[in-house]
C-alpha cells in the first residue's frame, strides 16, 4: 500500500513524501508495520507534477548481505560435498 504524507509548501511548490507500508496486524494486540521510502511527489507553481524516486540504500545492502550468504553456503556445500 502507498502511502502519503500532507504536502509541504516551499516557494509555490508542494512537495509530498511517498511510502510503501507493509502491514501484518493478527489482533488488537500484536502487529507489524514495515514503511520503506518509495519516492518524493513534486507539484511546481505551474502545476506540471513529477515524481522523483528514492533509492533506499538500505534494502540494496539488505539484499547484497542475504545474497552473498546464500552464494556462501553453497559454496561451501560444493567444498565439504567434493571431500
Known amino acids: 500500500m502507498n502511502t502519503n504524507r500532507p504536502p509541504v509548501k516551499w516557494r509555490g511548490y508542494q ?3 511517498v ?3 507493509f502491514r501484518f496486524v493478527p489482533s488488537a494486540q500484536f ?3 514495515w514503511n520503506r521510502p518509495v519516492g518524493v511527489q513534486v ?3 505551474q502545476g506540471e507534477t513529477q515524481f522523483l524516486p528514492v533509492h533506499d ?3 540494496i545492502i539488505q539484499v547484497i548481505i542475504i545474497l552473498s550468504g546464500l552464494f556462501l553456503l553453497f559454496l ?3 567444498i565439504y560435498k567434493r571431500s
Open 15 to 17: 512537495i509530498s513524501p
Open 19 to 21: 511510502a510503501q507500508a
Open 76 to 78: 561451501l556445500k560444493l
Open 31 to 33: 502487529g507489524i508495520i
Open 57 to 59: 540504500l538500505t534494502r
Open 43 to 45: 507539484q511546481t507553481p
